[in-house]
């Protein structure tokens, strides 16, 4: 099946760092923008980042701008997000989606940052 | 950068009853760059509509979107159980990118 699972997760400490990897499989991922989506408890959806098919541009929501990097290897079919500095208002379900418009979604891993 | 303000927060309907759930640019989208999805706990997002009016692949016809400039309506012909979630529209039309804060359609 055509899927994208994420990995990575885990509970950090307040101003610690974490890398998320999200994997790909069958499906030509050089051929797709990536986006990272993420959903704190009990709110909504916020995009984070994205890169294009090739890496060389990346966006970046505010609330993260600075802290975070998003990145992606084509040659092992992943993409990743480098989180620094965390806070404690980071802590959500992280979704890899394919595309700008994500018509195919991982099923998430979850970031929670506490003392 | 276009805020999407979604409404009602909450639409309370039965099954078989049609819900209309609206989603408002705070400029003109794009060539109609509008997304709709639809989230359940514990599950990912599912794409319903993009293209503001495009249904994607195996969603059923009683899902519609329609709309253009800064007004979108996702519509639900009628309510089928399983249809109960979280709606959340989306612009696709620049980076970075955007998401409406979602309407709850709810058993009533």
């Known amino acids: 099946d055509v899927r994208l699972v994420e990995s990575g997760g885990a509970l950090v400490q307040p101003g610690g760092s974490l890398r998320l990897s999200c994997a790909a499989s069958r499906f030509t991922f050089n051929t797709y923008w990536m986006t990272w989506v993420r959903q704190a408890p009990g709110k909504g959806l916020e995009w984070v980042a994205n890169?294009?098919?090739?890496?060389?541009?990346?966006y970046y929501a505010d609330s993260v701008k600075g802290r975070f990097t998003v990145s992606r290897d084509n040659a092992k079919n992943s993409l990743y997000l480098q989180m620094n500095s965390l806070r404690a208002e980071d802590t959500a379900v992280y979704y890899c989606?394919?595309?700008?418009?994500?018509?195919?979604w991982g099923r998430g891993t979850l970031v929670t940052v506490s003392s | 950068e276009i805020v999407l303000t979604q409404s009602p927060g909450t639409l309370s309907l039965s099954p078989g009853e049609r819900g209309t759930l609206s989603c408002r640019a705070s400029q003109s989208v794009r060539s109609n760059y509008l997304a709709w999805y639809q989230l359940k706990p514990g599950q990912a997002p599912r794409l319903l509509i993009f293209g503001a009016s495009s249904r994607s692949i195996g969603i059923p016809d009683r899902f519609s979107g329609s709309g253009s400039g800064t007004d979108f309506t996702l519509t639900i012909s009628r309510l089928e159980p399983e249809d109960f979630a979280i709606y959340y529209c989306q612009y696709y039309g620049s980076s970075p990118g955007t998401f409406g804060q979602g309407t709850k359609v709810e058993i009533k």
């Open positions: 890169i294009k098919e090739d890496g060389t541009d990346k």
């Open positions: 989606a394919r595309g700008h418009f994500f018509d195919l």
